[in-house]
């Protein structure tokens, strides 16, 4: 199971920091990544890291301002939002694949959603 948290209500500029707890084990070759979605679009990729290299890929849009990180004894990833937009505003999912996957197709477990509101 995943449980994602910390979303909220930011003035434009400023930042937000979304967790996601994992539960039962997690595996080196697991991937967990962020994905968002606006009222009346498809959900989209965000960020996403591997849980054992700690490597970590992101969505043109949000590179130099959201950082994604692990804790591997807490289980638990990060996402930093900084200099945040109104453009941001979405509701925030984690999710777990065995690999590296962009769509959201490839992420066979999510989390509940975390809503983040970036006001202008």
């Known amino acids: 199971q995943l449980q994602a948290s910390g979303g909220g209500l930011v003035q434009a500029g400023g930042s937000l920091r979304l967790s996601c707890a994992a539960s039962?084990?997690?595996?080196?070759?697991?991937?967990m990544g962020w994905f968002r979605q606006a009222p009346g679009k498809e959900r989209e990729f965000v960020a996403a890291?591997?849980?054992?290299?700690?490597?970590?890929y992101y969505a043109d849009s949000v590179k130099g301002r959201l950082t994604i990180s692990r804790d591997n004894a807490k289980n638990t990833v990060y996402l930093q939002m900084n200099s945040l937009k109104p453009e941001d505003t979405a509701v925030y999912y984690c999710?777990?694949?065995?690999?590296?996957?962009?769509?959201?197709?490839?992420?066979?477990?999510w989390g509940q959603g975390t809503q983040v509101t970036v006001s202008s």
């Open positions: 890291i591997r849980w054992g290299t700690g490597s970590t």
């Open positions: 039962g084990r997690t595996f080196s070759s697991h991937v």
């Open positions: 999710a777990r694949s065995n690999g590296l996957e962009y769509e959201p197709s490839g992420y066979r477990y």
